[in-house]
T-cell receptor, first 113, second 110 residues
Framework: DTAVSQTPKYLVTQMGNDKSIKCEQN?????MYWYKQDSKKFLKIMFS???????INETVPNRFSPKSPDKAHLNLHINSLELGDSAVYFC????????????FGSGTQLSVL | GDSVTQMEGPVTLSEEAFLTINCTYT??????LFWYVQYPGEGLQLLLK?????DKGSNKGFEATYRKETTSFHLEKGSVQVSDSAVYFC?????????FGAGTTVTVRA
């Protein structure tokens, strides 16, 4: 059983399109995250939700909108995709919102053409 | 703000060689320190952690000691295997926020 699963694994799309990435965790964790990893492997947090409430919202363009329908799901919707959005997006979860011991999904490779 | 600096890669080693990846940090207060590992095609997973000064984290033959006086948390392994080939991330947790270093790619050759 995959603990943190995200879909799709690969996403290739044109500039200007709108796309979504879904994430689900079956660990019973309270907190979920979205991270962006650039081509140099640098990881940067984008959002964090605790029990469906937004607790971290870093400097991310408004085109990125997270949605958490319940504490086991955190989806990421991106409007008007740009070339610079190409990256690997990782979903993660942790038992509590103290940020200790994150469990990561295997990533979504987004390529904007 | 908080930051983590780790040695740039890539690092290429032969099997059974000694591995060290340097990590230093800047933070206020008393952060917890972590090493995460990312194997090819996978997400990150926690390798080891230390929550206070002089603590030593260890796992799978890897070790790192929290040195407050030098603000460092260097990762070491005495004898690496091909299966240790991965990207290693040093991370700092402070005020419930986890900050990662830039990652160090390690390749171990048979």
């Amino acid at each position: 059983d995959t603990a943190v699963s995200q879909t799709p694994k690969y996403l290739v799309t044109q500039m200007g399109n709108d796309k979504s990435i879904k994430c689900e965790q079956n660990l019973g964790h309270d907190t979920m995250y979205w991270y962006k990893q650039d081509s140099k492997k640098f990881l940067k947090i984008m959002f964090s939700y605790n029990n469906k409430e937004l607790i971290i919202n870093e400097t991310v363009p408004n085109r990125f909108s997270p949605k958490s329908p319940d504490k086991a799901h955190l989806n990421l919707h991106i409007n008007s995709l740009e070339l610079g959005d190409s990256a690997v997006y990782f979903c993660a979860s942790s038992l509590r919102w103290n940020g200790e011991k994150l469990f990561f999904g295997s990533g979504t490779q987004l390529s904007v053409l | 703000g908080d930051s983590v600096t780790q040695m740039e890669g890539p690092v290429t080693l032969s099997e059974e060689a000694f591995l060290t990846i340097n990590c230093t940090y800047t933070a206020t207060g008393y952060p917890s320190l972590f090493w995460y590992v990312q194997y090819p095609g996978e997400g990150l997973q926690l390798l080891l952690k230390a929550t206070k000064a002089d603590d030593k984290g260890s796992n799978k033959g890897f070790e790192a000691t929290y040195r407050k006086e030098t603000t460092s948390f260097h990762l070491e392994k005495g004898s690496v295997q091909v299966s240790d080939s991965a990207v290693y991330f040093c991370a700092l947790l402070n005020d419930y926020k986890l900050s990662f270093g830039a990652g160090t790619t390690v390749t171990v050759r048979a």
